[in-house]
């Protein structure tokens, strides 16, 4: 069964800095391209990273490009997102999820951390 | 930019009612690379339709995706209760990478 576990999650201020985690299992890891996608209070869906299976490609979104880095470890199947000079508009739920084979679809999810920037 | 426009906004519909979502493309997408997701309050998304018309693991048979180029419908042929969602399509391959609708909020009457 896959299954995809973030954490890292918490309260901050403007400029401050955070670290998700994402430990995967049921699944070859290493296979897989990776993503963060994240979700505003009451808001929609936004990708917001992409990492290819071996790393050596990652994708970002504009509103965070220079600020967030995505990163992963296969040896510990887990996937990263460090978060620098963060603002009131990065707040919120933080999913990770894996692509599909094509890496067209994003066919499982984490339950999602959320994260909270405000002074 | 690849934007995706969802619409209705809103649905709502009396169960066993048939459910049409639209989401129109601003340019064309591979059907390969088109996907929707259901999202139930206090839950992650969870893949309905990859694609365009490929139901996933577990999906029920009501809920069926087609089209092609820029515009493709997500359909929910009997309404359930359980059905009540947001419902985003999504897209693979323009700039940025992926990019999702705004969603369909879909309500029982």
């Known amino acids: 069964e896959v299954q995809l576990l973030e954490s890292g999650g918490g309260l901050l201020p403007p400029g401050g800095s955070l670290s998700l985690s994402c430990a995967a299992s049921?699944?070859?890891?290493?296979?897989?391209?990776m993503s963060w996608v994240r979700q505003a209070p009451g808001k929609g869906l936004e990708w917001v990273s992409g990492i290819s299976g071996s790393g050596a490609g990652t994708y970002y979104a504009d509103s965070v490009k220079g600020r967030l880095s995505i990163s992963r470890d296969n040896s510990k199947n887990t996937l990263y997102l460090q978060m620098t000079s963060l603002r009131a508009e990065d707040t919120a739920v933080y999913y990770c999820?894996?692509?599909?084979?094509?890496?067209?679809?994003?066919?499982?999810w984490g339950q999602g951390s959320v994260v909270t920037v405000s002074s | 930019e690849i934007v995706l426009t969802q619409s209705p906004g809103t649905l709502s519909l009396s169960p066993g009612e048939r459910a049409t979502l639209s989401c129109r493309a601003s340019?064309?997408?591979?059907?390969?690379?088109l996907a929707w997701y259901q999202q139930k309050p206090g839950q992650a998304p969870r893949l309905l339709i990859f694609g365009a018309s490929g139901r996933a693991t577990g999906i029920p048979d009501r809920f069926s995706g087609s089209g092609s180029g820029t515009d493709f419908t997500l359909t929910i042929s009997r309404l359930e209760p359980e059905d009540v969602a947001v419902y985003y399509c999504?897209?693979?391959?323009?700039?940025?990478?992926?990019?999702f609708g705004q969603g369909t909020k879909v309500e029982i009457k």
């Open positions: 999504q897209q693979y391959g323009g700039s940025p990478l992926w990019t």
């Open positions: 049921g699944f070859t890891f290493s296979t897989y391209t």
């Open positions: 999820a894996k692509s599909s084979s094509n890496w067209a679809s994003f066919d499982y």
């Open positions: 340019q064309s997408v591979s059907s390969s690379y």
